[in-house]
């Protein structure tokens, strides 16, 4: 069992309080992994694309999800896999498809001011080598032709 102690001094930076308005105290049920938001960061991250989801809002996403190591997610929009990520850090097992072959084989432009090219490199299993996610990957990523949707 761990208690926490909080005091709250308002939301006034520029006044230095002696006393706080409120002091906290009780039981601390769990503690934030917010470092993962900045480990995964796009501008850190290898393979990138014009509409890559922000970080933040992926592991929000694996959070709503409740994925762990049971979990078998299907991303059928995938694009840079930003979703597969947040989800393989929670150590579920992860694939997707996409309707976009060149996306999906990083076939398309780069997305990164003043590149013209991809470097070869690129791709999104590159981004799970980049955190050390492969095992959570499944390789046999899909495409979805314009078929599958009845269109």
Do not use: W
Not at 14 to 40: A, C, D, M, S, V
Not at 56 to 75: I, Q, R, Y
Not at 96 to 111: E, K, M, P
């Amino acid at each position: 069992i761990e208690f926490s102690y909080l005091e709250f001094y308002g939301t006034e930076n520029n006044h230095n309080l002696e006393k706080p308005y409120n002091i906290f105290f009780g039981l601390n049920i769990g503690e934030g992994q917010r470092q993962l938001i900045t480990k995964q960061s796009i501008k850190k991250r290898k393979f990138i694309g014009n509409t890559t989801m922000d970080p933040e809002l992926a592991f929000f996403m694996a959070n709503l999800g409740k994925v762990d190591h049971t979990s078998l997610v299907l991303d059928p929009f995938v694009g840079t896999g930003s979703l597969l990520l947040a989800a393989a850090e929670f150590k579920g097992h992860v694939f997707g498809g996409d309707i976009d072959f060149l996306q999906l084989h990083a076939r398309t432009r780069s997305s990164r001011a003043g590149e013209k090219k991809r470097k070869t490199d690129e791709s999104m299993i590159s981004n799970f080598h980049q955190y050390d996610l492969t095992s959570q990957y499944a390789k046999d990523q899909f495409y979805l032709p314009l078929g599958c949707f009845g269109l």
